[in-house]
Structure formats: C-alpha cells, structure tokens
C-alpha cells in the first residue's frame, strides 16, 4: 500500500526514504492498522509484506509496558509479541509531522544512529512537503473563488490577472513535485560505478547554459583539465549542473560577474569545488542551505524550490564524500565536496 500524501509523486519519495531504513520499521494510521512495512519487518516476522498490510499493529506489537499502550502516542514503546530469532526486539514510536501516521522504528545499537538521521529524514520530508504545497494550493483556491464571484461585467484585464497567478501558482506547483521526484530518485536507484570524464560533464553543463552565461556576462573559470574518476556519470552530472545553476541563479548584479571550477588532489581522496562571487549568504545560514526545501537570506528573492542542494548532498554521500558550503554575503559563495579515489 502506497503512503498518501497531497500529491502521488510526493508519497514515492517518502515511501523511498521509508523502505530506505535499515531497521525493522512500519507506518500507523491513527487507527493503528498498519499502512506500510519495509522489508526488514516482513524478514523479521518471516512473513510477506502484503500479509502484515492493513492488520492492526496490535496483532504483532504490546504497546506500553502493560501490552494496553497507545499506539498513537510519540515516545512510546512497543515490543515484539511473539519472540523471534533475533529475541524480543524493542520499538519506539515518533509521529510524522502534517500527518496523522505514526511511524515504528525498532531500536538497536548497530541501527540506532542511521536509523535516526532517516527517521528524521523522513519526518522533514513530511513536514516540507506539507508546507510547501499548502501555499500554491491556498494561492489557486483563493484566486478560483475570487473568479467564481465575478460578474459579467468585470473588466478582462482583472480576470486576466487571477488566470495569470492561478497559472504562475500551478507552475510552481508542478516545479516542486519535479524535484520531489529528482530527490526520491536519486535516493533509491541504483548506482552504476564507472570511469567518469569530469571534464566532460562540465562541458556539458557549460554548453548547457551558454546562453545564461551569455546574458549574465560571466567569466566561466576552469581548470585545464579535470581528473578522470570512479563514479556515477548521472549522479555526478546533476551534481555539476546543480551547482552552476545554483551560481547562475545567486550572481546577482555584480559587476565581473564569475563562476570558478577547481579541484585538488589530496592523495586518497579529490576536493572540487564550484565558486561564484554573487550575493551570497549570512554565515549562519551555511549549514541549512542543504537542508530540503530551505532557501537562506537573499536566495529567497530568487526563483527555486531549495532542492537542488540537497539532491547534491545526497549524491556526494552516496559517493562516500563529504560537502560543505561556505559564503559571505556580497562575497559570494563556494561549495567543495570530496570524492574518494
């Protein structure tokens, strides 16, 4: 059973992040019937997804100390009714936010850790996901009223002008789920390791925008040549294209307009990076610019969704890299990650 959310392609990318988890895990509605299970669950009860679906959670876990718990209460634990293999595992339930489900995370050591970071994971996409399509849709539903309530003599331009926002509204909209479902694939495909030609993605890219760079006037900066490195040639191109779109976007009005891309060898691993001299961002905003959905500081005057760094982070980790960004407002900014040798 697919995980219901406002929109289809939004309820793939949660259900991506939720099979994702290591752990032994299941989704609750407020009735407590269990919604979803990912396959840890199934192999722990040595039982087929599709068997454990739409039974009460009830049937499987003693909720509270007393087996009389609330399921819907957040902090609460749950155990195993019937021992396994694995002896009686222990469970703990968090609540989803802009949601009514319950999710049910078993708790061990070797999982906790990961566990924790994707069930934070998956409570932000919620709660971003939530919040981010509440707006256009509040938007369209009030200009469709306002069209309703015209009479026949209200003049075209007006009419024009709630078409115009019902349509920028709807753009908008439909750009969010685009990149709902960028993230959510690049959190669930697999990856296909190859000989990469880094400067071959970035010529790509740069021909890609050549006619934004061309209208900007910017000075696009590079190395003679890039490494050739081992890597996920689709992973590795959206990287690219992420982050000069993202410089492309952040520019500004500056005068010497210019994009840099470098790279150093640290012997066991490469650092690139993508620099631009824009806007840039409050130092305290630095950290949060990865996050889903979070566009800091001037970046809000910009068009976008917030998701193209956090699609980038997602893939460097995937590599086994590390990225950071670092920037200064009216300085610009840079973004270096690592990718091992």
């Known amino acids: 059973m697919m995980i219901e959310t406002t929109s289809p392609t939004a309820s793939a990318a949660i259900q991506s992040l939720f099979c994702q988890l290591p752990a032994p895990a299941l989704l609750l509605d407020r009735r407590g019937a269990i919604v979803t299970v990912n396959l840890a669950f199934a192999e722990l009860l040595q039982l087929y997804p599709e068997q454990i679906v739409g039974h009460a959670a009830t049937e499987y876990l003693r909720f509270g100390e007393s087996g009389r718990g609330d399921h819907s209460v957040a902090g609460s634990v749950a155990r195993l009714r019937r021992a396994t293999d694995r002896g009686s595992q222990e469970f703990k339930v968090s ?59 209200t003049p075209l331009r007006e009419v024009r002008h709630y078409l115009e926002r019902i349509q920028h509204n709807a753009l908008h909209m439909n750009k969010i789920i685009h990149d709902i479902l960028e993230f959510s694939k690049f959190s669930r495909r697999a990856q296909r390791f190859e000989t990469v030609d880094l400067d071959e993605i970035v010529t790509t890219v740069q021909s890609e925008n050549l006619f934004r760079l061309k209208e900007k006037n910017v000075r696009f900066v590079r190395p003679e040549a890039l490494p050739q490195i081992q890597g996920d040639y689709e992973g590795l191109l959206t990287v690219y294209a992420n982050l000069i779109d993202n410089a492309l976007k952040y520019i500004g009005e500056t005068s010497e307009p210019e994009i840099e891309i470098g790279y150093r060898d640290n012997g066991r691993f490469y650092t690139f990076w993508v620099r631009d001299n824009g806007v840039g961002v409050a130092e305290e905003d630095c950290e949060r610019v990865f996050n889903l959905f979070e566009r800091a500081g001037a970046s809000k005057q910009v068009e976008g969704t917030g998701v193209g ?27 270096y990650f690592t990718i091992p040798k």
């Open 95 to 153: 609540s989803l936010p802009g949601t009514s489900y319950r999710l049910v995370l078993a708790c061990s050591p070797e999982t906790q850790t990961y566990a924790s970071r994707r069930e934070g994971e998956l409570q932000h996409l919620f709660y971003s996901i939530s919040h981010n399509l509440k707006s256009p849709v509040v938007s369209i539903q009030g200009f469709a009223d306002l069209l309703m309530e015209t009479d026949p003599d």
């Open 309 to 335: 760094l956090a699609i980038v982070k997602q893939i460097v980790e995937r590599h086994g890299g590390l990225v950071t960004f670092r920037s200064k407002p009216g300085l610009g900014s840079v973004v």
